[in-house]
């Protein structure tokens, strides 16, 4: 896949095999995990699979979740990006964007600068014609993120024994 995205400070670029152990740095954090169900990854082969999955994801869909690394020090940080979602809302699929940083790198806006990439994508490139989010009600930074990038209140919904809140953005070009 050649999608590669660039911003101020962040290059987003597929996400490899190589990354595994990065992911595995980001993904056993239970802070990480704090509001995606309490459930840190426990072996790299889980990161190995999610992986193999989302490159699965390229082939079929034309995107997915995007490695997020530094311009300065072209070191990992996370991911973000635009990916076709079939499990979160059971009641239909939609595009969703999305991001997941190691913890040292929260605060610092990356996230809210990988994702206004990611929907500039998602609407120029993709020409998708809404993309939508879920973040869960008590994850105060994430809410505040989707807000941030445009995304509008859109309701909300339980997942996995959760309340979440449900974010929309239209793409400004129809």
Not at 24 to 38: A, I, Q, R, T, W
Not at 120 to 127: C, T
Request: a neutral charge; aromatic letters at 14%; glycine letters at 6%.
């Amino acid at each position: 896949m050649q999608i590669k995205l660039q911003t101020e400070r962040l290059i987003l670029r597929p996400i490899t095999l190589a990354d595994a152990q990065d992911f595995f740095e980001m993904d056993s954090n239970p802070e990480v995990h704090k509001f995606l169900g309490n459930k840190p990854v426990k072996h790299i082969d889980e990161c190995i699979a999610y992986i193999t999955c989302v490159i699965e994801e390229y082939k079929a869909y034309g995107t997915s979740r995007l490695a997020i690394v530094l311009k300065d020090t072209n070191e990992f940080i996370g991911w973000a990006g635009v990916r076709f979602e079939q499990n979160v809302r059971k009641e239909f699929d939609y595009y969703d964007v999305g991001y997941r940083l190691k913890q040292r790198y929260w605060g610092k806006g990356y996230a809210t600068e990988a994702a206004l990439a990611s929907l500039d994508f998602g609407f120029n490139q993709l020409q998708l014609k809404e993309i939508g989010a879920a973040a869960e009600a008590n994850h105060i930074a994430s809410n505040t993120i989707l807000k941030k990038i445009g995304m509008q209140p859109s309701g909300t919904f339980t997942y996995d024994g959760k309340l979440c809140h449900w974010y929309v953005i239209k793409n400004p070009n129809y």
